[in-house]
């Protein structure tokens, strides 16, 4: 398979302007994707945080099961970080993260107000990989659109600061992504949640991936639901090939793309790609 690799011009601005940004906010929100809570985490933002208080915020929550929401928030908890839950479409969570972002950044006014300076509104960054949801979050958090938000990667160009309410500014940043995707194996999974460009990776290669760790994760039940193709005795390749036969007169490439599009939409079930570690 041909490496996953994207870094569109615009992201290394963006990174650059977003690390010289940092300096001036209290909290970080970090949006991450409920599928895959490990492979859309950036390897930087604990380097480019450092002390910041961070909240992680698991976006997509409606397309997990709701044991593997709590495995998953035992796990975080675990490596003693604050996770929150959110479906930033419906609207889900957004209430909790305002006041725990605000609470987290009370700290700024209460030093302010020890030198005698008038408080001012926490300032938050709402940060994470391209299409994990961050702008969709924005708008909920502002009750109206604000921020060009699509199920796609690469929307949002500008950082911009918005200010939610008289106690809180959220600054809204591009995706970022690394340079370089060392991990191919979170390359892939970031290439199947469409949380990368789609001119990075083959339609072909990426459903039979899919496949192949539905298969892995013994989540082969929801092909069979949903197409009455059977994957038992399969692995990714020959199951898009049965599939294409079975739905698409052979053709491969359509295919591909109703696997992966039926995934992203949810219309599989609520299905992750990770587990926990200790799960």
């Known amino acids: ?37 490990l492979a859309s985490q950036h390897p930087d933002v604990p380097l480019w945080v450092g002390e910041k208080p961070k909240l992680i915020i698991l976006n997509r929550v409606d397309m997990i ?12 908890r675990q490596q003693n970080q604050t996770v929150y839950y959110a479906n930033a479409k419906q609207g889900t969570g957004v209430k909790a993260i305002s006041k725990a972002a605000q609470q987290a950044g009370k700290a700024v006014n209460e030093r302010r107000k020890r030198r005698g300076m008038q408080p001012r509104p926490v300032r938050a960054v709402v940060m994470g990989f391209p299409n994990v949801g961050k702008s ?16 796609r990667a690469g929307v949002t160009r ?19 992504i690394p340079l370089k995707l060392e991990n191919q194996a979170n390359a892939l999974k970031l290439a ?7 001119a990075a990776y083959e339609n072909q290669a990426v459903a039979i991936a899919m496949v ?3 298969l ?52 599989l079930g609520p299905l992750p790609l990770e587990l926990p570690p200790e799960t």
């Open 1 to 37: 398979m041909a490496l996953i690799q994207w870094y569109p011009g615009h992201i290394a601005k963006a990174e650059r302007q977003l690390r010289e940004q940092l300096n001036k906010v209290d909290v970080v929100l970090e949006v991450i994707d409920a599928r895959i809570p």
């Open 65 to 76: 099961t709701p044991e593997l929401q709590e495995q998953w928030l035992t796990w975080f």
């Open 212 to 214: 192949d760790l539905l």
């Open 136 to 151: 969709a979050l924005i708008n909920r958090l502002l009750g109206r659109k604000v921020v060009e938000s699509a199920r």
């Open 192 to 198: 199947i949640c469409e949380d990368i460009g789609e």
């Open 158 to 176: 500008q950082l911009r600061w918005i200010r939610i309410s008289d106690s809180l500014e959220l600054l809204d940043s591009p995706g970022v």
């Open 216 to 267: 892995d994760l013994s989540l082969g039940l929801a092909l069979t639901h949903r197409y009455q193709v059977a994957p038992e005795t399969m692995n990714g390749d020959l199951y898009l090939i049965a599939l294409a036969d079975a739905r698409h007169n052979g053709d491969r490439e359509r295919a591909a793309v109703q696997l992966l599009n039926d995934f992203r939409k949810g219309l």
